[in-house]
């Protein structure tokens, strides 16, 4: 493996391998670290030394990596069983890959009050939803740390950084934020299905501050999953760091979360008291998760702990964004995310915990996760080799008894983000940009399906071509096949030849007599934006409301009954997800969106947020016309409809020209 080794940093600036910082600023401009510029980030990069704009929208396209040689079998067979195969992971929801959402970045992510949700977070959500049946977001990272929660803040804003304490050693600032920011993350549940994850700031322990606990609790309510007690702790005292004394261990926390559960044992404010806290999200550079485990915490506190945790990324991009050291070229890295090896090497340091994690009959959760801390790499981060590594490091996770799979959205200055709000002066005329990652979580969703029963197990036969099947109640649901080659000559298509049962005495299941196919495409796995899942994409930077545009193809694949065989193709490159049953399919097809015309408006500075009030308050009734993916963005005719339902009655903060649509699931 070529990843940038964690240890050589270690001994120069343990700080920079920590989880993704990222600061909002007063004018709205998100950077990192607090010591950085993009600018900086950018320059750092030859490849994209001549732009100038936000790294989400960075245009550095990189070299496929040729194809290997010698070349993977181009035809390999699966032979899957009914009733269950060796090895099956532990039973996985289909929410299992949510998302982590950088605290300071909430409210431009989430929307801007209670009152003004982004529509097209509430769409993406829904897309999850449709699938999965809920989604899992966690809204924290470095920035929970000293967050406090105020009774308001200046101008109605609900979140801010403390600007009286701008010097902070991490680059961290405080952030201030009120209880609104809860309400704004319980009415998105109202629509969504989300449940949450908060961060409990832990720098200060004299006493610890639980307002967000206590409020999470009350506002919240079932919608709040559990806090997280330490970000990264083992983290806390590495230099420049002075958030615990030097040589603070496994122990020492251990003692920190015993004060916590002490301190809430007593308190009124927090009616439900067990299952709480997720611990100790450590980035396993310093401490292993063995360590933590030894101190017996689990076995302590098993009444309180609602899960245990880890944060990895597989790679940083630390010395670009700060100019400290030799920056990566991502080029030269660009192939280690192009082969199961990356997934499989970076589990190996989980394997005890997940199984310690079923036996403490806690679920074991990656916090936060994405292909590189310090931003990602442009050109790796947003392409579609992202989106197919994504899938396969889900997977990896999935098969070896994770729960949950949390991958982090940063702000405008990240390569990796899921999904990008348009910067905050460019909203009245853009629209959200989709990256790869946010495929990978709308295909496993379809891959895992809401039956809460789904086990996982990698069947995998060569490295540039994971494999996996996916079992449901011991019934064969899905195979998941990938290929991480590009060729556009079809020279490196593989095929999946694969047979149920097998004629075995006593297996009852067969082979089907034709499978549906659905793909997640693209030309190569650098090409950026217009991925295709199943035909339908969200397009291009700026161009997306949350709804997947184009038409539907899932494609039939007539199987050989005689022979009591299926054959699908595999294109290099490509994730390709067959159904094995119509069921599996129908599972996950959408069919009860509605889309509510409306929304995109130009010339406001708010293009796309709308009073949540209203939606439920309409109970589906209107916009019943348009079914999600029949109205293209942009188109006009939809969004008159609303205009005249709601004739001025809606909250967007202006409305001149309506020129978009968006969608809710309808409860
Ligand atoms: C793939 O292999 C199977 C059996 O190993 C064979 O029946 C089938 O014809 C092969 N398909 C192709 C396209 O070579
Ligand atoms: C995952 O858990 C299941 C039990 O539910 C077990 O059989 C399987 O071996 C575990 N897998 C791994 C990779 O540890
Ligand atoms: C949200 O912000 C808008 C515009 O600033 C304001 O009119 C509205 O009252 C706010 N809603 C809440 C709940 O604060
Ligand atoms: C609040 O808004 C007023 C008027 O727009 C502005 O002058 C002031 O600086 C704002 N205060 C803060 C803290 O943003
Ligand atoms: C949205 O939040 C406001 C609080 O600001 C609340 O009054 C309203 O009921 C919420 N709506 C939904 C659908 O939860
Ligand atoms: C992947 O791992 C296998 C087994 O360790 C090794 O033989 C192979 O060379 C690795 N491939 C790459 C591309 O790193
Ligand atoms: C996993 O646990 C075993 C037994 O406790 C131990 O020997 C091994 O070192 C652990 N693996 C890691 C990666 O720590
Ligand atoms: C938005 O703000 C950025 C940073 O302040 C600035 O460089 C850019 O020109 C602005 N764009 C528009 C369209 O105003
Ligand atoms: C799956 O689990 C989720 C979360 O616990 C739950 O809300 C949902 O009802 C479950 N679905 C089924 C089909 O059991
Ligand atoms: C993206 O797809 C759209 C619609 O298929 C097409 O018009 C556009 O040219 C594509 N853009 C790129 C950069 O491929």
Known sequence: MHFLSV????????????????????????????????????????????????????????????????????????????????????????????????????????????SLVQVPFLNLMANIKERAGWVQVRVGGNTQESAELVQSLPNGTILAKDTSNAFNPTGTPPLAYTSDLLYLMNNISAFTNTRW????????????????????????????????????????????????????????????????????????????????????????TVWTPEQVWDTGIVGTYTSSLYGLAVERYPANNCAAVY????????????????????????????????????????????????????????????????????????????????????????????????????PTNQSSFHQWTIGPIYYSALVMAEALGPSNASQVLDITQNEFAPTYVIYENGTPTKLALFNFITDPSGANDWIATFSVGGGQTGQPGATPSSVKVKYLSAPSVSTKGNFTWAGQTFGNNFESDGRLQGNLDVQTVNCDTTAGTCQVKVPAPSFTLVFLTDTALSAVSPGATLTFPTSAVTRTANTVFIDPTMLSGSNGHYGMQDKEGATSSGSSSGALGLRQTFPGSFALVCAVIVMGTFAIWHP
């Open 7 to 114: 240890l050589s940093l270690l001994t120069s600036n343990v700080w920079l391998v920590s989880a993704q910082v990222t600061i909002y600023q007063p004018n709205n401009q998100v950077i990192f670290g607090g010591s950085s510029s993009a600018t900086k980030t950018r320059t750092n990069i030859a490849a994209a030394a001549t732009y100038t704009g936000a790294a989400a929208y960075d245009p550095t396209i990189l070299q496929p990596p040729p194809p290997p040689n010698p070349p993977i079998p181009t035809n390999q067979s699966i032979q899957l069983y009914s009733g269950g195969m060796n090895g099956l992971s532990k039973s996985q929801v289909g929410a299992f890959f949510g998302f982590s959402i950088e605290m300071s970045v909430a409210t431009h992510v989430l929307g801007k009050n209670s």
């Open 323 to 422: 100019g400290t050291g030799k920056a990566i070229n991502p080029q030269d890295v660009f192939p280690n995310y192009l082969t199961h090896n990356a997934s499989t090497n970076l589990i190996t340091g989980y394997l005890n915990s997940t199984q310690f994690a079923m036996t403490s009959v806690k679920p074991m959760l990656m916090f936060e996760t994405n292909t590189a801390s310090c931003s990602g790499f442009p050109g790796i981060s947003d392409s579609f080799g992202a989106a197919l590594w994504g899938l396969d490091w889900a997977f990896t996770m999935a098969y070896n008894n994770f729960s949950t799979a949390l991958f982090h959205v940063g702000g405008q200055n990240a390569y990796y983000n899921p999904f990008t709000p348009p």
């Open 197 to 284: 994850f908060l961060g409990l700031p832990f720098f200060n322990t004299t006493p610890f501050a639980v307002g967000i606990l206590e409020q999470g609790q009350a506002i919240l309510g079932n919608n709040l999953i559990a806090l997280q007690a330490g970000n990264e702790p083992d983290l806390y005292a590495q230099p420049p760091r002075t958030h615990r004394p030097t040589g603070y261990s496994p122990f020492d926390y251990m003692g920190d979360i015993g004060s916590l559960i002490n301190q809430v044992s007593s308190n009124s404010l927090v009616p439900n008291k067990n299952n709480l806290f997720i611990i100790p999200s450590i980035s396993a």
